[in-house]
């Protein structure tokens, strides 16, 4: 049986409000935040993994990156391309799945943004998706992953909630936490005039520590927390995960 995120039903349904008006609004400073984040230099080479339909990715190309997005799900590369072609910017679109994806040293930076990192039953997998950055990064690069923190998710935790498109159609979530709080389940109901459809899906919650820890066993020379990608501590205040991963530079020996 095929695991929730290989479902590509599910990721068409929820997309209006995945990548919703709001959303699309904030990726421009989203990526300037990143840019500042990490002092990422004019033309830097960035791996947007997980990118979606290219909110990030068209924003990076926009600011003169050389920009490469990753995604499975070819109908979400199909609008970032056509979108691209209307702005004539100039990004790499890859059809690949990030458990495969690796390009050794061809990035400066990669990011993971909007709780793209996770969802894998088996935390080995996580891992590999990490190890397999490291792989794609040049020495010195470095790796994002934002994410809903498992310590900030704890803080503002709500069994239900709701929202609608501008289209008229509802989402309903029921959540769940489980696994002593180490995964989040949730049933996703979503309500259109003419059918209603349920998706269950889950994902990893992960603390600061935990992710931490998970780079540097990936092999990652660093990582540090941030409370959001504007940077800050990952303190009470915090309203994201924001994890910085470093990777090394050899060592010259005279």
């Not at 990192?117 to 690069?141: E, H, I, Q, W």
């Not at 180490?182 to 349920?198: C, K, M």
Request: charged content about 25%.
């Amino acid at each position: 049986m095929s695991a929730w995120h290989e479902d590509d039903a599910f990721w068409l349904d929820a997309q209006s409000f995945i990548f919703s008006e709001e959303r699309r609004r904030q990726a421009p400073a989203e990526v300037a935040d990143v840019i500042k984040l990490l002092s990422l230099p004019a033309g830097a080479d960035v791996l947007d993994l997980g990118c979606g339909v290219g909110r990030h990715a068209l924003e990076f190309a926009r600011r003169g990156f050389r920009v490469t997005g990753v995604d499975r799900l070819s109908p979400w590369l199909d609008i970032a391309r056509d979108s691209a072609r209307q702005e004539r910017l100039s990004v790499e679109w890859v059809h690949a799945d990030m458990l495969e994806f690796q390009r050794p040293a061809a990035f400066d930076a990669a990011v993971s943004l909007l709780t793209s990192f996770g969802y894998f039953a088996d935390p080995l997998d996580d891992l590999r998706v990490a190890r397999n950055v490291l792989t794609s990064l040049k020495p010195g690069g470095a790796f994002v992953i934002d994410l809903m923190g498992r310590e900030v998710l704890a803080r503002i935790f709500r069994q239900r909630d709701w929202q609608q498109a501008p289209d008229g159609s509802i989402l309903l979530e029921d959540r769940r936490v489980c696994d002593d709080f180490a995964w989040l389940e949730a049933t996703w109901t979503i309500l259109r005039a003419d059918r209603r459809t349920e998706h269950r899906i889950g994902m990893r919650l992960y603390s600061a520590a935990d992710l931490k820890n998970l780079l540097t066993s990936a092999g990652f020379a660093s990582a540090a927390a941030y409370g959001a990608l504007a940077g800050g501590p990952y303190d009470l205040n915090a309203s994201r995960l924001v994890i910085v991963g470093k990777k090394g530079r050899p060592v010259l020996r005279r």
